[in-house]
């Protein structure tokens, strides 16, 4: 059964929420991560920053982090898990990135309108049916710059930037995905498989937390 975190940046408020959950949905955001978070000035194509997402998601990330709750972030909430565990950002792809894809499709949102290049081995491979390309729609203008700690890189854009990330241990499932699985997955076999593996994590996790 989902349950709606409201955005009540609270730590023992998060954390009773958190003690009856079986896993995580991280989504995205119309805000920017704050960019004093990973020791950045702000940008000047810097878009909205929203204190109470920022620190709200940063008290349930850390709640993931200590329970080990199975994670799934997307767009927004991959650029925040990735600052929580050290990592940094590229605040404006267009402008710091002049010679990148374009990253901001437009409408309509589901298209897919690039390309993602898969790590080997990754889950995301093993959700495309080992097939080393993907097809994605792209809605941001912020993108990850340096992977924070546990993590790594397991999809890439054409132009080099990093489109997904997984927990780098074994005993945690934990993904980040750059594209929007929520808007695409009735035609998208790895948006729905996605979905279905956060699912079976979930599971897991409450069963193993029963026994």
């Not at 989902?2 to 991280?26: C, M, T």
């Not at 990973?38 to 998601?57: A, F, Q």
């Not at 924070?148 to 930037?161: E, F, I, P, V």
Request: charged share 20%; aromatic share 6%.
């Amino acid at each position: 059964m989902p349950v709606h975190l409201p955005l009540i940046p609270r730590a023992d408020y998060i954390e009773a929420i958190a003690e009856l959950l079986d896993g995580v949905l991280l989504p995205g955001s119309a805000s920017d991560v704050d960019p004093l978070r990973y020791g950045r000035e702000p940008h000047r194509e810097l878009g909205s920053v929203h204190p109470l997402k920022d620190e709200t998601d940063a008290l349930v990330l850390q709640e993931i982090e200590r329970r080990g709750l199975p994670l799934l972030a997307i767009c927004f909430g991959m650029q925040i898990w990735n600052v929580t565990q050290g990592g940094t950002l590229v605040q404006d792809i267009a402008s710091e990135f002049p010679n990148a894809i374009k990253h901001e499709q437009g409408a309509p949102r589901e298209r897919h309108s690039h390309q993602v290049r898969l790590l080997p081995e990754s889950l995301l491979m093993q959700l495309s049916g080992g097939h080393e390309v993907a097809l994605v729609n792209s809605h941001h203008h912020q993108a990850l710059e340096t992977i924070g700690n546990n993590l790594r890189a397991t999809a890439w854009a054409s132009d080099g930037l990093v489109e997904a990330i997984e927990d780098v241990r074994e005993v945690r499932w934990a993904v980040g995905v750059q594209w929007h699985p929520e808007i695409s997955w009735e035609g998208d076999d790895v948006s729905r498989g996605l979905f279905d593996s956060f699912v079976n994590a979930a599971c897991k996790y409450s069963n193993h937390r029963n026994t």
